[in-house]
């Protein structure tokens, strides 16, 4: 079926709060994909789209020509996609030009797994039975499976389906022709929208059939997010930020950042760690495009066995001596990097979660504020670090064991600025973080964080192979005569860093953890 179909991205996703502060809300990540891929997919190879462009909308246009080369996009530009005279209605006024024959229209935040696209013979609206209408406009269908009217959100009734954003337009020249006068009457209407257009075409006779879905996906807002994220079958675990993302298709990787000096300088060192990482494909503002590579998830198969190879890897292919500065600018370098980054994240999390820095027992243990703790930490001793080659987010699940030997996946942009050399402890601190504090078990809540008053739980669930091969990582540091203190104190120091980075209560989990960590290893 070759058909029209209109996605309108141009809106501002308020109701998904920070996820939208950086992206489009087309662009949040669902499963392996951002939502618009769903969409992409969900319909024949030879469909031409129209798509809205608004808020953030040259991320959603780079997008979708990176990862979709071969379709055909129409991208229209929309100047009110917020404040007075904005709606949906006057959005899709401005691809009208675009769509004279019949076509569909598919909001960006809705997805049906296995969509089968019905035959534009006929109007039709698609519909889903929910628990109650707080978030969703409702239509009533008759016994022949006729739509009779809408109702505004909270007003649908018993048997009413919700409207799930997706509407097959046969008489499109009704539709618009509607649409239009409806806009004329009152174009400061900020509710106008597709649903209210039908509703105007049901009382002039036009005859709309109602369709029930059983396998919708919203992400419309936080909640049906977090539900979609749980129910779609194609999906990973990857710990999420609010300034970047991670998609995975067939034969490449998408990576994004909002910051689009971070993509610049992500491919500029991947050109440096060579055939450590995949081989970058592309690049555009604010993503780059890579290989995809087949392996085996380290988190997963490493073993106390195999570790031993694997560190023994990193110092001969990745950890070579590097001098890219003095070693006394390498160790201001550190020394920013590692204290006052850490004393600003941790101003950010006790800002962001309203939380006073004080003394608390945590896992039955008296610790004092954390500030307080800092002061005990002797930042030139841990600052004189080993300039090395780095990764620079050197954990498992960034790590792949192939055929070959491994590959090395998100490695960072660069070590307190630096491209070339990095300081080889943090690579070990973070890679012994990471058998601890796994992703996995993250993304399924496998952790504990109880907060009463002055008295907090924090602890975390192991995989046996993590376990064991953490006790074979620190013989391996004792026996190479490196610093394991320093690795530990690193280790607390990253789990304070990441707490204001995540959501809750997983950075409330990170900044306790930290805390309580860091304490215990000053007292060694």
Known sequence: MNCKVLITTSGTGARLRELTKNTNKALIRI??????????????????????????????????????????????????????????????????????????????????????????????????????????????????????????????????????????????????????????????????????????????GVCIRGITSKIWLDIGNQESLNEARAK????FDNLDKVDESLFFFDSFVIKFFSNSEKVTNRVRRGEILGNLVPKTLEIRTNFYKYEYVNGDKYSEVVTPRDLGRFITWAQKNLWKPETEIRQADFKEVCKCFYELKTKERIEKFLEKNNLEDKSAIINNVSIPPI????????FDWLSDGLQTGFHGDFILENILKTKKGYILLDWRQDFGGLLRGGDMYYDLAKFYHNLVVNHDLVSKNKFTINTNKDRIICKIERKNNLLESEKEFEKIIRANNLD????????????????????????????????????????K
């Not at 469909?47 to 780079?62: A, C, I, P």
Request: with cysteine.
């Open 31 to 204: 499963g392996k994909k951002p939502a618009i891929s769903y969409i992409i997919e969900a319909y024949p190879k030879d469909t031409n789209f129209v798509v809205t462009l608004g808020y953030k909308g040259e991320q959603v246009k780079d997008f979708l020509e990176l990862v979709y080369p071969e379709k055909e996009f129409t991208f229209v530009l929309i100047d009110k996609y917020e404040g007075a005279g904005a709606s949906l209605g006057y959005s899709m006024l401005q691809t009208k030009i675009n769509l004279q024959e019949p076509f569909i229209y598919h909001a960006c935040d809705t997805i049906i797994e296995g969509l089968l696209v019905p035959s534009l013979k006929e109007n039709w609206v698609i519909g889903a039975s929910v628990k109650n209408f707080d978030q969703y406009t409702s239509f009533h269908i008759s016994e022949d499976n006729l739509v009779t009217g809408f109702s505004k959100k909270k007003e649908g009734r018993l048997g009413d389906l919700a409207h799930v954003g997706l509407v097959g337009v046969r008489d499109y020249e009704r539709y618009w022709r509607t649409l239009e006068r409806l806009y004329r009457e009152n174009p400061n209407n900020s509710s106008l929208n597709d649903t209210i257009t039908l509703s105007e075409m049901i009382k002039e």
């Open 484 to 523: 394991m203190k320093k690795i530990e104190v690193l280790r607390a120091l990253i789990w304070l860093n990441m707490s204001p980075l995540h959501h809750h209560p997983f950075g409330i989990f990170l900044f306790y953890f930290g805390k309580y960590h860091l304490w215990q290893a000053l007292k």
């Open 371 to 378: 500030r307080d703790i800092l002061t005990k930490i002797d």
């Open 232 to 235: 779609i079958s194609d999906r």
